[in-house]
């Protein structure tokens, strides 16, 4: 059954998210290493299939950095298409996810990389 809320519990739950968004924002602008971090965590993700951890972990840096607006015109989709793509319900495809990390990449003047190497057995 579903829970009626009052006023002052959902300015409560605002007041809680946006001093976090906030603060990643602050870090994303002071911290080169922090977005570079992002976009590692992304990658790693994909390379591991892990679909939802690279989505979230790009929507951070989206919303961090440049927001999606700027983004999705670097990669010529509609900013609604892109927030949908990398949202929890969102399918990307993979060129798309390559054009997207290797755009922000070189935003951040970084090159991403995978490396293989055997597991022990």
Do not use: C, W
């Amino acid at each position: 059954m579903a829970t009626i809320q009052t006023t002052e519990e959902r300015d409560t739950r605002h007041a809680l998210a946006t001093p976090f968004d906030d603060t990643v924002r602050e870090l994303a602008a002071d911290d080169p290493q922090f977005r570079v971090e992002l976009l590692i965590a992304a990658t790693e993700a994909i390379v591991a299939g892990d679909l939802d951890e690279a989505k979230a972990a790009l929507r951070t840096y989206i919303k961090a950095t440049r927001g999606y607006k700027h983004i999705a015109d670097l990669i010529d989709v509609h900013p609604k298409s892109l927030i949908r793509m990398l949202g929890p319900e969102g399918n990307p495809r993979a060129s798309t996810l390559v054009d997207l990390l290797s755009r922000v990449a070189e935003i951040e003047n970084v090159r991403l990389e995978v490396r293989a190497h055997a597991l022990a057995a």
